[in-house]
């Protein structure tokens, strides 16, 4: 099979295309004619050498695929209602940046009706997490209100289409005045630049002094201390990167007084059962809103996977934070 490789640790040009034997499927699991691979954060993590891959998973990067069913096994495909041939869309602990990836059934769904390959592939790693952490651990009701840090990256303009959907309303930051647009056209009820405004100003203002009940944060660092402030009574912050710093300090006294809390999450380390729960949640509750239109992919761009440079130059866009939306590698299968 066709790969995009780590050559070693460093910047994007150490991505190369290369070739592997095609992994096969064993118990529970399923093996995907990739036609499309989602590019997300962590695998630049993994890029430069600051994501470790679990035990026991491929050390080619990628973390989302869209595809076609080739083979695997029976029976676990039969109980999940798939079978041989079927379009699906999967959550993987890696190996996603290759025409042919092995997921467990458990994290595969059916690729919504009327969606494209490519659109599939920017589902699974931002719906995933979205779900598992604004919904599961964030606790986010319908009528109550989310901050989102970072609302035109993947993760933010998932969790805006999907909080709204769910009847809650969202206020974003973003680091311009397009971004800021582009979140709003999304359906975001306000959006706040960073760099112009503080944003803990104007979440005050904006909610009339209450705050927000939840916060999706991806920052850390110093942004936890000025979250805090953000919150209202029994409020949740949930963190799900460090790209700020590991390092946070804030008022331990309104934690206390507001009965807040603070949580976070890693996903890809966690066991199949826990990632299938969310797979059933989803396509429970959110597959239905796709499929009627309410919540719609965001694609950026694409490149060609294989291309001598198609990997890099997706990753390079990545790390420029100029893109709006999901980033997508293409496999040509012809």
């Known amino acids: 099979m066709r790969i995009v490789d780590i050559t070693s640790p460093g910047a994007a040009e150490v991505l190369r295309p290369g070739q592997r034997p095609a992994p096969q499927p064993g118990v ?3 093996l995907i ?3 499309a691979s989602g590019v997300n954060r962590p695998d630049v993590l993994q890029r430069t ?10 050390d080619v990067p990628g973390l989302e695929v869209a595809g076609v069913i080739a083979s695997g096994d029976a029976a676990a495909m039969a109980a999940a209602g798939l079978k041989v041939g079927d379009r699906v869309c999967a959550l993987v602990a890696g190996g996603g940046y290759a025409d042919h990836c092995v997921a467990p059934v458990g994290q595969c769904l059916p690729i919504p ?14 719906f995933f997490t979205v779900w598992s952490n604004v919904f599961d651990r964030g606790r986010l009701q319908a009528g109550e209100t989310l901050l989102v840090q970072g609302g035109s990256s993947g993760i ?13 309303k969202v206020i974003v930051t973003a680091g311009s005045d397009d971004k800021c647009a582009a979140c709003v056209a999304l359906g975001a009820d306000h959006a706040i630049n960073y760099k112009t405004h503080d944003f803990v100003a104007e979440v005050k203002r904006l909610t009339d002094g209450k705050g927000v009940d939840v916060v999706l944060d991806m920052v ?3 942004y936890v201390t000025r979250e805090v402030e953000c919150l209202a009574e029994d409020g949740r912050l949930v963190i799900i990167a460090v790209q700020g710093g590991v390092k946070s300090g804030f008022n331990a006294g309104l934690v206390l007084r507001r009965r807040l809390t603070i949580t976070g999450s890693t996903l890809r380390p966690r066991p199949v ?7 059933s949640s989803l396509r429970q509750h959110v597959w239905p809103l796709i499929e009627a239109g309410r919540i719609k992919p965001v694609i950026h761009s694409t490149f060609d996977a294989a291309s001598l ?3 890099e130059r997706a990753h390079r866009l990545m790390e420029s934070n100029q893109h709006i939306g999901k980033i997508v590698l293409t496999w040509n299968l012809s």
Do not use: H
């Not at 050498?49 to 491929?58: C, I, K, L, M």
């Not at 009706?113 to 931002?126: F, I, M, N, Q």
């Not at 059962?273 to 797979?279: L, S, T, W």
């Open 33 to 35: 004619r990739v036609s």
């Open 220 to 222: 850390a660092g110093d």
């Open 49 to 58: 050498g600051n994501y470790p891959v679990p035990p026991g998973a491929s």
């Open 156 to 168: 933010g303009v998932t969790a805006i289409q999907m909080a709204k959907a769910l009847g809650a």
């Open 28 to 30: 529970g699991e399923l």
């Open 273 to 279: 059962a826990f990632k299938a729960a969310i797979a």
């Open 309 to 311: 440079d198609g990997a």
């Open 113 to 126: 009706k009327g969606l494209s390959d490519v659109e599939a592939a920017s589902l699974p790693e931002t």
